[in-house]
Every structure is written in structure tokens, then in C-alpha cells.
């Protein structure tokens, strides 16, 4: 019988205002589906309200660059698939760059295999001044094939200025990502923006950004099968 391969270990870095908790299922399904190691970065609310500054987010850099070599270490590999939900997936983008952020060099692209983001702003014409600079400084799938990039959008709801509650929200939100807001998307970021230039594509119908907009989200234990089996193929 020939020996399964060794698979990497999986890091997992949450959205904007976040708790781990709220990844606690998507863990312990990927650990189911994956058979390895998951790990879900100790980021919280308090780290993110200071990412209103260059520092926090290099605050939240050294926290994932901990957990990264943490896994690595503690499985033997010499990579990771590191998964991003909404602002976590930008993160994850910067952290994959060799070049200096406020003093730090974190070069990701020699420990991660994979970046998966999920309903991530990839793309933001509007709003939050260094997510834009991400992907102005590292457009698209920028460190391929080094690094394997598959982005995941949520198709839920269709931004609508007359609409219901939900499809007037959505249809604000979107607009200050892409500057339209009668387009589709998971109630907070459209589809448009979550799919990065270059990267593998994943839309996923039915699935919302959070659990406080929707039912299934990209958390939930399905849904998370759904798009790991995709990005996994």
C-alpha cells in the first residue's frame, strides 16, 4: 500500500472584530476533513479596534507569524494553508510579503503552501485606507505559484435600495466596497470583491459573510466542507 502524503497543518486568522471562538467549528471540522493540525489565531476585538493604525496590524502580523511557526514546529512541515475570513484573508496577503511592514519582515511566502479568503474586501475602492494599500502594493494572486491562492465569495443577498432591511444594508455595504450597490454578495462584502485577480474562484450560493447576517456563513460546518473540498481538488 503506498503511504498517504503528509498534509500541512492549517492556520486559521478571523475577520474584523472577531473572537476565536467564533472559529471553534470551522476547527474542528477542517481537523476532521484534513486530518491535521488547526490552529485559529488568538486575535480579538481589542486587537482589532487598534488596526485603525499601521501598528495594530502589525500587532496582529506577529500574532499569526507566532502561530504559524508554532504549527510548524509542532508538526515537522515547512509550510501551512493559512485561511482568512474577510479582513483576515488581507492580512493574510501582507504577511506572505518580504518587504519590510513597520519594521518587520514576516516573508510568509517561504511558510505558507496556500491562501484561501473567505468573503474577504480583497478589492475596496471606498474604505479602509490599508486594505486598499494591500492590494495596490500586492495586486492579485502576487506570490504565485509560490503560493497558491483560492478566493471565496458568498452569494446570498442582492443589494437593493428599496428592498428589505437585509437587502438595504447589503446594498450600502457594498457600495462603499465597490462603489455599487445593486450587485450580489454575502451581505457585507459583493462578490466582486471577494474574488482576487489570478486566484482560484469559489462561489458559494446561499452563504452569508457572519452568523449575525446568516444562517450558514462561511463558519458553518457545510459550508466549510463545501469550500475546503474545492480548494483542496
Known amino acids: 500500500m503506498s503511504a498517504q502524503p503528509v498534509r500541512p497543518p492549517i492556520v486559521i486568522l478571523g475577520g474584523f472584530l472577531s473572537r476565536p471562538g467564533l472559529y471553534r467549528a470551522m476547527q ?7 486530518g491535521v493540525r488547526v490552529s485559529v489565531v488568538n486575535v480579538g476585538v481589542l486587537d482589532w479596534l487598534l488596526t485603525v493604525s ?18 510548524l514546529r509542532e508538526s515537522g512541515r515547512e ?38 479568503t473567505l468573503g474577504s474586501p480583497n478589492t475596496n475602492q471606498r474604505i479602509g485606507p490599508i486594505r486598499r494599500w494591500v492590494d495596490q502594493q500586492y495586486p492579485g494572486a502576487c506570490f504565485a505559484p509560490d503560493v497558491s491562492y483560492t478566493s471565496v465569495a458568498g452569494k446570498l443577498v442582492e443589494g437593493r435600495a428599496r428592498g428589505g432591511v437585509g437587502q ?53 460546518p457545510d459550508v466549510v466542507r463545501q469550500w475546503w473540498g474545492c480548494s483542496a481538488s
Open 79 to 116: 509550510s501551512v494553508v493559512l485561511v482568512g475570513h474577510s479582513s483576515g484573508g488581507v492580512l493574510g496577503r501582507l504577511y506572505l510579503s518580504p518587504e519590510p511592514f513597520e519594521g518587520d519582515v514576516f516573508a510568509g511566502r517561504d511558510r505558507v503552501s496556500r491562501l484561501l
Open 168 to 220: 438595504r444594508l447589503a446594498y450600502h455595504a457594498y457600495r462603499q466596497l465597490c462603489g455599487e450597490g445593486a450587485v450580489w454578495g454575502d451581505g457585507l462584502v459583493p462578490v466582486t470583491c471577494a474574488l482576487l485577480a489570478g486566484a482560484d474562484a469559489v462561489v458559494l450560493d446561499g452563504v452569508g459573510h457572519a452568523p449575525v447576517l446568516a444562517r450558514r456563513w462561511f463558519g458553518s
Open 54 to 71: 499601521t501598528l495594530g496590524w502589525r500587532a496582529i502580523l506577529r500574532k499569526l507569524d507566532r502561530t504559524i511557526r508554532d504549527a
Open 28 to 34: 474542528r471540522t477542517l481537523a476532521d476533513e484534513a
